[in-house]
């Protein structure tokens, strides 16, 4: 099936696969060829793409590359005739994600948060705290592989 990562910046990954775990605002969904369509909200989570066929759009070498990981954060996916798009907020890959940098930025916002704020950005201090609490969470899941 063919799958499109896309943000408001790029195309991130565009490729062939045969299952991609999505992160949805009901749970995690897993997708095989000729699923249900479907459109909904993703969640803060994990993207996994798995069984990569091909890659269009991206980098790595398909031969050294079984599956690839993002961490998302909110968007929405559309699932239909063996095309699988996902517009999402941030997409950052899973081997890129800099533990350090995310507890810096997790302290950044929780400060923040603790300071009289205007409504936008508290959200924006908000969402910074929760996609840091995300890296956080797959770079701890790293280094336990």
């Known amino acids: 099936m063919l ?5 408001q ?4 990954w565009s490729g062939h696969a045969q299952i991609i775990i999505v992160p949805t605002s009901l749970g995690e969904i897993s997708v095989l060829d000729n699923h249900e369509p479907l459109i909904c909200m993703l969640a803060h989570g994990e993207l996994k793409i798995k069984d990569i066929q091909s890659i269009d759009i991206g980098y790595g070498d398909i031969n050294s590359q079984v599956s690839v990981d993002f961490g ?9 005739q063996n095309k699988v798009v996902i517009l999402a907020d941030s997409a950052d890959r899973s081997d890129e994600i800099d533990e350090l ?13 603790s300071e009289q704020l205007l409504d936008v950005e508290f959200a924006e201090a908000q969402a910074s705290l929760q996609k840091a609490l995300l890296h956080l969470k797959i770079a701890k899941r790293k280094k336990k592989i």
């Not at 910046?9 to 991130?12: G, L």
């Not at 909110?74 to 239909?80: N, P, R, T």
């Open 72 to 80: 998302i954060t909110g968007g929405f996916v559309e699932i239909a």
């Open 9 to 12: 910046e790029a195309i991130v």
């Open 3 to 7: 799958i499109n990562l896309i943000t």
């Open 101 to 113: 940098k995310a507890q810096e930025a997790k302290d950044k916002a929780q400060k923040l948060l």
